[in-house]
């Protein structure tokens, strides 16, 4: 049987998510984020009673990007180093069309000022600079939504408005999430949540893949092989690790002995070293 490789597979169309979806901004959607939450009787009623939180018109789409901070901690005698989770960088951008009051103080630390009415460069950083940012997305074909939300974010980017003499003037932005930790564990908290919703509306599960590490369907059956496999591995390792040390003794002996050798007083009759004092 002819066997042609395709990434593609009969998921695949409802997992691709498209067009640019909509940003809101300090949206209070975190207490109906639950298990059971369904987006078409939930979620959606409550995102059009909230459209005034809508972060406004964007242009070219935009990115979620998430990069966890990895270090390698040097340790001697080993060849692969343990690696440990520092902080994630986490951010979203996009290029705003709407130019107002709400969405200015949305890019930039400005505070309204008192004499004249207009917005002026904050001196300082307060806590209402800082909001919530949720995206929400749909899947190919009305196949469900996608929604990502950061419960802390500021602009990191400022304000650069882009002036078009034949065109819509847009800006820019990039807001960064910020990482709190868990005050009684010291544990990093998640900067971001997402939730994938079918096309039921409801929240999808992903048992199936925690209980396999990421193995689902007929490959599923090999996980058991594959971790024998990979305990075997770790086993020969060692043993190859032993013999290393092994090897290694030998040879500092060697160059040990040789060194003492030639340091040793040599007889003027004979032309050999001596290795014990004369009585």
Known sequence: ???IPRSYTPETL???VTGAGEFFANLPIMPLMKPTANFKTEIAPFLLANRESKFGATRGGGSFNAVPTIEEIP???????????????????STGLEISYKTLMRLAPLEVDPETGGLIASS??????????????????EAGHQII????CISTAGIAQELAERGESTVPFT??????????????LSPFYVWLFDSDGNMEKFEEIAQTGGITGAAAQFAPQLAAAHAELAKAQSSVNAVN??????EAKAKAEAVL???????????????????
């Open 124 to 141: 300082t950083l307060r806590d209402s600079h800082y909001f919530s940012v949720t995206h929400v997305g749909m899947r190919m074909g």
């Open 14 to 16: 409802q997992n691709i």
């Open 75 to 93: 340790v001697d005698g080993m060849t692969t180093y343990p690696r440990i989770l520092r902080s994630w960088e986490s951010t979203f951008a």
């Open 175 to 188: 807001l960064t999430m910020e990482q709190d930790e868990d005050e009684a564990t010291g544990t990093l």
């Open 261 to 279: 050798k030639e340091s040793a007083p040599k007889d003027a009759k004979s032309g050999r070293y001596e290795t014990s004092d004369k009585n």
């Open 149 to 152: 939300h950061a419960k802390r």
């Open 245 to 250: 040390l092994e090897i290694q003794a030998a």
């Open 1 to 3: 049987m002819a066997y």
